[in-house]
DNA sequence: GCCAACGTTGGC
DNA sequence: GCCAACGTTGGC
């Protein structure tokens, strides 16, 4: 079981379009690193929903529901299923994240266009905490 | 709107 | 294969 965050901009695809269609294809993901993990996922594997950009905060956990497929035409990319689980009590803000000590390894900050980034354990137990704390 | 980070591209 | 130039992304 392994944690992640899955990154999208909410003007382009939020957490509201994925709970009405009930499921997604996570694609167009086109960045190896990001791939890298997409191809890592396993089904029950858990992610958070981060929206970028205008609200910059994490919203809602979502669930690997299918290991990677292709993903265009090249053959070079790799999408998963991912659907919904439940939304955040609170929202984690990326203030909220960057102001505890405890994520200074955070994947998601260190490297902070990866739009597909891993989760260690404790800081997936610290997030939850917080969002529903 | 600007800037920093960083991935990609193209010339050598 | 290296590196400068350029484009894209995300945060401020």
Do not use: C
Request: aromatic share 10%; proline share 5%; hydrophobic share 45%.
């Amino acid at each position: 079981m392994a944690y992640w965050v899955l990154r999208s901009e909410p003007d382009a695809y939020s957490w509201d379009d994925l709970v009405r269609d009930g499921a997604t294809e996570w694609n167009g993901v086109r960045n190896y690193t990001a791939r890298n993990f997409l191809k890592e996922m396993a089904v029950g594997d858990e992610a958070l929903f981060y929206h970028s950009n205008t609200e910059k905060a994490a919203v809602g956990i979502m669930a690997v529901t299918r290991t990677w497929q292709p993903d265009g035409d090249d053959g070079k990319w790799a999408s998963v299923a991912v659907k919904p689980v439940r939304p955040l009590a609170h929202p984690v803000t990326l203030a909220a994240i960057k102001a505890e000590p405890k994520f200074a390894e955070l994947m998601m900050l260190k490297q902070s266009r990866l739009s597909v980034s891993k989760v260690e354990p404790d800081e997936w137990a610290l997030l939850l905490k917080m969002a529903e704390g």
